[in-house]
């Protein structure tokens, strides 16, 4: 099934830079204010020095970018996994980019899905977020 | 923000299988714009919307919060670990959403406390919608 199909290898990635305004509006949108991520006076004097960016934003944000990524993204909606684990911290002013890489194995439940190693990079290259996606092959055609 | 009137949600207060939110929230097509534009990454994206559709992720980011920290006061400074998510059926604007949180697990490692949330949401026929699982180095 997967040969009939064009599964690409990558979708396609996304880079931008966060900002505390992004930040804030999540903050307020989520209704959850943690002052790590919202008071930049109260975040300075934490072992952080910083506000950090949310980690719901940034999954939020993956996720987006791999449904906007889909030809079908309805079959991602109705049966999709995301799952990563946060490494570092993202803050303001960082450029940020998401990639999602097919793996050479796949890891899904069954054949019926692509897996897919996802990631997120920080300005210097580090991997910030890191896990993988299995996506159904109905969104690719 | 959390609520400061609502009980205060600690780690010694918790236990495996507890039920902490079991609640229902409407998601509106006000709601569904406020969310996408708080992850939009730059105004193009904006722009051609998938009408209808909520983005996959808002019933975690958007509702999940949004339930625990009106009926908890949940103490600043976690840290978000890991996070699963499986959507099951598309979010459309109008859907009313039954949300429940449990505590799935609760361990110290490294001296430090973890919590392991698990969320399911389901329409008001029971029909699952999604299901996640966050991870909390829960804040001292």
């Known amino acids: 099934m997967t040969a009939e199909l064009q599964v690409p290898n990558e979708l396609p990635s996304l880079s931008w830079t966060l900002t505390q305004e992004q930040i804030n509006a999540y903050a307020e949108v989520a209704g959850a204010s943690d002052p790590i991520h919202v008071d930049p006076e109260f975040a300075k004097e934490t072992p952080l020095g910083g506000t950090i960016g949310q980690g719901f934003l940034l999954f939020a944000v993956m996720a987006e970018q791999i449904t906007r990524g889909l030809d079908h993204p309805e079959s991602w909606l109705s049966d999709g996994v995301l799952d990563i684990r946060f490494r570092a911290p993202a803050r303001p002013g960082d450029r940020l980019t998401m990639r999602a890489v097919r793996m050479a194995e796949e890891r899904g439940p069954n054949d019926q899905a692509a897996t897919y190693e996802v990631w997120c990079e920080g300005p210097d290259g580090q991997r910030l977020i890191d896990g993988t996606t299995d996506i159904p092959l109905g969104a690719f055609g | ?140």
């Not at chain 2, 569904?32 to 730059?42: E, G, K, L, N, Y």
């Not at chain 2, 459309?92 to 799935?104: E, M, Q």
């Open chain 2, 1 to 140: 923000m959390s609520n400061p009137e609502a009980p205060d949600l600690t780690f010694d207060g918790m236990a495996v299988g507890d039920v902490l939110v079991d609640s229902t929230v409407t998601v509106t097509a006000e709601s569904i714009a406020q969310f996408r534009r708080s992850i939009a990454t730059d105004t193009a994206t904006l722009d051609g919307l998938e009408e209808g559709y909520a983005p996959p992720t808002m019933a975690a980011m958007w509702t999940v919060p949004r339930v625990m920290f009106r009926e908890w006061n949940v103490p600043v400074g976690g840290i978000h670990a890991r996070q699963r998510w499986q959507c099951t059926r598309p979010i459309r604007a109008g859907s009313a959403l039954r949300v429940r949180i449990s505590l799935k697990e609760k361990y110290v490692r490294k001296d430090r406390p973890w919590v392991v949330f698990e969320s399911r949401l389901s329409d008001l026929d029971g029909v699952d919608v999604a299901c996640g699982e966050m991870t909390v180095v829960w804040p001292v």
